[in-house]
């Protein structure tokens, strides 16, 4: 359970991922902030788009807020009293 809770994460409020991967995106609210870097789906696969030109070395940065759980993922969170990670944070 302790796994579902940090590492569930949508963008789209309508699929869940249980990311368990290596790679690691900064949080920034936008370009002010760092943000250089968005997610998006594009025929079924996950795109990671950048919004500036990144250097080589850059710290990739992107708005948490704008990932939306799933409802199903979240009723079933406060059924079995699990702490969704994404929202414990925001």
Known sequence: MDLYAKFIWSIDGELAR???????VN???DESEGGNSVLS????????????DIAA???I????RKFRQP???????????????LYMVM
């Open 41 to 52: 789906i594009e025929d079924g696969a996950i795109v990671l788009k950048s919004t500036v």
């Open 18 to 24: 249980l990311n368990t991967s290596t790679w690691a």
């Open 71 to 85: 409802q199903f993922y979240l009723d079933f969170c406060k059924e079995t009293d699990i702490q969704d990670v």
């Open 61 to 64: 940065k992107m708005d948490y």
């Open 27 to 29: 949080h920034a609210s």
């Open 57 to 59: 070395g850059t710290e």
